[in-house]
């Protein structure tokens, strides 16, 4: 199977404590995008790449949150000092460069904060 | 800004009736890309449909019907005498040209009763 893959599936964390999630995409995507999605609610947009570069980031991505894909391959996403509201699934996907194409989604991490 | 809407949170029926979920947009971008998404209780967002807003053209996959009508901003999705397997939350989304960030719908759950 080549879909999205992420890494872990479930994280449990204390408060305060640093999560680093992890997203592989579709091989031949050159566009990776990551969301968070809250219980009861439609995913909502953070930030995507295209290859290595980061083009766009939401206002929901504070100052804790960074993501990087050094390779242009694989992404990470990091959340420094965990608040209870970042509790949620982290969904990423991955698509090709032109406009409008379809996103493909992993199957997201889920983060519960203590 | 863009936005959807999916008006019906919740949705019963018993298998075999036909369901139709709605989906409502705005953007004032004359080009642009519509989709839905299926999310199964296992979590993962699973592509269903692109629509470019230059193809008003319907669409059928099987049990599966699109109605695009840029008329009312709509872009119903219908079910076919649905089946227990289609239970899930179904989300209605919308990306423009100039980046492919989705902004989704709030999610219709649809529950199919055998």
């Known amino acids: 199977d080549t879909g999205v893959s992420q890494d872990p599936r479930h994280k449990i964390t204390k408060r305060g404590q640093n999560v680093t999630f992890r997203c592989d995409p579709i091989s031949e995507h050159n566009r990776l995008y990551w969301y968070r999605q809250t219980l009861g609610q439609g995913p909502e947009f953070l930030t995507y790449?295209?290859?290595?570069?980061?083009?766009?980031k939401s206002r929901l991505l504070s100052d804790r949150f960074s993501a990087e894909r050094p390779k242009g391959s694989f992404s990470t996403l990091e959340i420094q000092r965990t608040e209870q509201g970042d509790s949620a699934m982290y969904l990423c996907?991955?698509?090709?460069?032109?406009?409008?194409?379809?996103?493909?989604f992993g199957p997201g991490t889920r983060l519960t904060v203590t | 800004a863009q936005k959807v809407t999916q008006a019906q949170t919740e949705i019963s029926v018993v298998e075999k009736e036909d369901v139709t979920l709605d989906c409502v947009y705005e953007t004032r971008d004359t080009t642009y890309y519509l989709f839905w998404y299926k999310q199964p209780p296992s979590g993962e967002l699973v592509f269903l449909i692109r629509r470019n807003s230059f193809d008003e053209q319907n669409e059928i996959s099987g049990r599966y019907s699109w109605n695009f009508q840029k008329s009312t901003s709509s872009f119903n999705f219908t079910i076919t005498a649905s089946q227990v397997v289609d239970s899930a939350v179904y989300f209605c989304a919308l990306t423009l040209n100039a980046g492919n960030m989705l902004t989704f719908g709030g999610g219709t759950r649809l529950m199919v009763k055998p």
């Open positions: 996907a991955s698509s090709l460069t032109q406009g409008g194409n379809e996103q493909y």
């Open positions: 790449f295209q290859n290595e570069a980061q083009l766009e």
